[in-house]
């Protein structure tokens, strides 16, 4: 085994952390950004008002057919053509990530909006609460329970489609190691790790959904 | 108290309500029954505008329930409504559940709020229930509940859409005692039910609802004496005879 150089981690761990903060950014930015934005897709996905729903319903059939790739391309050339100046690449993936995950965000939400009893509304309506209290109030806590192991399960999915940043010449961890890998000739060691980070920070996120899952009251 | 005329209600090309008209005066008791399907539940919910109807007028206490000038959270907060599935909020205790709409549309106090579903809770028998989730109370517990929740905001009349369907027969009685009670103290009730025996003992009046149409409107002792529909004779021989 003496042929592995597992020193190259230590070596290149600066590298590899800004990496691995790159890869943070976008998972962070683009749950937050993309649960805001989902949110407001969905309650105009589950409004009546035709003009609200088919537009809502339109850009998540879009963006869910569109592959991510393609996505980050799309923003990385056409945002500095319609805004008529460059913008970084951070700046466009950072958006694409956001416009992107919002389609999936949306469905979650929604599911788990339709996913509480009618009846709830009814009950709460009829107390004489206003329709954005009986939202807030009674529809929200539940649907959040319910969909909070599929945005942990989106979470996942999000960390390891920021490997695909590179496409956009950005760093993040798996793009990081791979340039290691090939500019040190240390690609077992390099893959290795990637691989060990990957499961251990996936495998723990399923799990707390998993927990969460289990400790609700059905 | 409740004035309802003419009432049409469609679902799509299906007419569930045509041309309804009945009263509940302050204080009076009415249970509504009839077959499944006869429109009984839409009736009610289109009370408290629950379910909006296309022509025809309801009134409460004076105030048109389908006028786009009417505050309807207003309306339905002085309304206590009793659903066949309780539709208690999971994610609370039963004391939030009874504390809920007194804090958010009337305004009290969390403290002052609690202190009257205390009260309340106490009074449908479940005074040591505050602190219980609903999956943790009976089906007849449940339903006392959002009685209690109803209650709560002192309403001037009660709606109750089949609150005794959807529970085990053992529990059926402990709801009933405490509808009765209710309507002992003096409070407007509409109750659809399938139960005779209650309406035998507590209603002023019975309208019987059959295919969209309130087909008799009669003071209880009659009803189940001598109905004076063919239709209302076949029910009741049916309910009764079970």
Redesign the interface.
């Known amino acids: 085994m003496s042929d592995f150089d597992w020193g190259v981690i230590a070596r290149s761990s600066g590298f590899l952390a800004d990496g691995m903060a790159l890869s943070a950014l976008l998972v962070l930015v683009a749950t937050v950004g993309g649960l805001i934005l989902g949110f407001g897709l969905a309650l105009m996905r589950l409004s009546s008002h035709r003009l609200l729903s088919v537009p809502a319903s339109a850009y998540v059939t879009v963006m869910r057919t569109l592959p991510l790739v393609l996505v980050l391309f799309w923003f990385y050339f056409l945002v500095p053509l319609a805004i008529g100046r460059p913008v970084g690449s951070l700046a466009s993936a950072l958006l694409a990530f956001v416009l992107f995950e919002a389609a999936f965000y949306c469905e979650i939400v929604r599911a788990g909006i339709s996913n509480v ?1 009618n ?2 509304s ?9 329709r954005t ?1 009986v939202l807030r ?2 529809i929200l ?2 649907a959040l ?1 319910a969909m909070m192991p599929l945005v942990l399960n989106q979470i996942v999915i999000v960390f390891q489609d920021t490997s695909l940043v590179y496409v956009v010449s950005l760093h993040d961890f798996l793009t990081a190691a791979s340039v290691v890998a090939s500019r040190d000739g240390r690609a077992t060691e390099m893959y290795t790790l990637v691989a060990v980070v990957y499961l251990v920070i996936c495998l723990s996120t399923t799990k707390a959904a998993e927990f969460y899952r289990k400790g609700l ?2 | 108290m409740i004035v309802i005329e003419d009432l049409h209600k469609s679902y799509g090309n299906q007419q569930i309500l045509c041309g309804c008209s009945a009263t509940v005066n302050l204080g009076e008791v009415v249970v509504v029954c009839g077959p499944s399907g006869s429109g009984k539940s839409t009736l009610i919910k289109c009370i408290n505008g629950l379910v909006p109807f296309e022509r025809g007028a309801i009134t409460v206490d004076g105030v048109s329930v389908s006028s786009p000038k009417t505050d309807l959270p207003a309306l339905r907060s002085r309304i206590g409504m009793v659903f066949q599935s309780f539709e208690l909020y999971p994610h609370m205790t039963a004391l939030q559940n009874v504390s809920l709409a007194q804090i958010h549309v009337l305004k009290r106090s969390r403290a002052e709020a609690d202190a009257r579903s205390e009260k309340i809770l106490a009074r449908v028998g479940l005074g040591d229930k505050r602190d219980s989730r609903p999956s943790q109370l009976s089906g007849g517990q449940q339903q006392r509940v959002s009685i209690a929740r109803a209650l709560a905001m002192d309403p001037q009349a009660m709606l109750f859409d089949e609150p005794t369907s959807a529970l085990d027969p053992e529990m059926i009685n402990e709801v009933l005692e405490v509808m009765q009670e209710l309507a002992l103290e003096g409070m407007t009730m509409m109750v659809v039910t399938h139960e005779m025996g209650f309406a035998q003992r507590v209603a002023d009046r019975v309208l019987f609802m059959d295919r969209g149409q309130i087909v008799e409107d009669t003071p209880t002792a009659q009803f189940f004496t001598a109905p004076a529909s063919e239709r209302a004779k076949q029910f009741l021989t049916k309910v009764l005879t079970h």
């Not at chain 1, 009814?122 to 206003?130: F, I, Q, S």
Request: hydrophobic letters at 30%; proline letters at 10%; aromatic letters at 0%.
């Open positions: 009893r009846g709830q009814d009950a709460g309506l009829a107390t004489g609460l206003r209290q109030l009674i806590p539940q329970r009251p059905s």
